[in-house]
């Protein structure tokens, strides 16, 4: 079975310092794996995804990730914090198969101070 | 991407009352999944709906208390029935995009008293 884990619930940096968000998954095959940032009271917004291709994938507003296979991890990163990147942040695995739907971690809130 | 819309946004309603959430996506798809994102808490998939077929609930959810129904491949509908407090939530809907990609609504919040 796929399941996610992601290792901080709460991280907190400066503006302009690095972000590293940690996400470990579980799956029995190559799974397909991404990063969703909720900003408050807002919808789900797809930041990166890995799908087997690259394993250091580029996503939206700076962040990164690196899929890992033999630490089976799949890193959020950014080289600089900016204000604006405060938000819940979700690793996500797919169940894949004819099931299609995902799997969410717990979420990492991502506090960004001045 | 999916341009996705939900009503309504918000609502305030009462114990043992029944609450339906629409969501209506801007192109043809065949899977569309309805999520619930209890207070402080992530995602739950609450049921998958396909085009055509019954929806498929995942353990913990049932039929009677969750209806739904997909009349056609842009719409879809999910009832939360006979309300609790403990059905305050966020409800979310969200269609396939390709390479097992969802693309999700913008959430119903939904407050019980």
């Known amino acids: 079975a796929q399941s996610v884990t992601q290792l901080d619930s709460h991280v907190s940096v400066s503006e302009g310092t690095p972000v590293l968000l940690r996400c470990n998954y579980s799956?029995?095959?190559?799974?397909?794996l991404f990063w969703y940032v909720q900003h408050p009271n807002k919808g789900l917004q797809l930041l990166l995804k890995y799908t087997s291709a690259a394993t250091l994938v580029k996503g939206i507003n700076g962040f990164e990730a690196e899929f890992k296979k033999s630490e089976t991890s799949f890193h959020l990163t950014k080289p600089s914090a900016h204000m604006s990147d405060a938000a819940e942040y979700f690793c996500?695995?797919?169940?894949?198969?004819?099931?299609?739907?995902?799997?969410f971690g717990k979420g990492t809130k991502l506090s960004v101070k001045p | 991407s999916a341009v996705i819309s939900q009503k309504p946004s918000r609502d305030i309603c009462q114990r043992g009352t029944s609450l339906t959430i629409q969501c209506q996506v801007d192109s043809q798809v065949t899977m569309m999944f309805w999520y619930r994102q209890q207070p402080g808490q992530s995602l739950t998939l609450i049921a998958t709906?396909?085009?055509?077929?019954?929806?498929?609930?995942e353990s913990g959810f049932v039929i009677d208390k969750f209806p739904i129904s997909r009349p056609n491949l842009t719409f879809s509908t999910l009832t939360v029935s006979n309300m609790s407090p403990e059905d305050s939530s966020i409800y979310l809907c969200?269609?396939?995009?390709?390479?097992?990609?969802?693309?999700f609504g913008p959430g119903t919040r939904l407050t019980v008293l």
């Open positions: 996500v695995v797919s169940r894949g198969g004819s099931q299609g739907n995902l799997i």
């Open positions: 969200s269609v396939e995009g390709g390479s097992d990609t969802q693309y």
């Open positions: 799956s029995s095959y190559s799974p397909s």
């Open positions: 709906a396909n085009q055509g077929s019954e929806a498929t609930y």
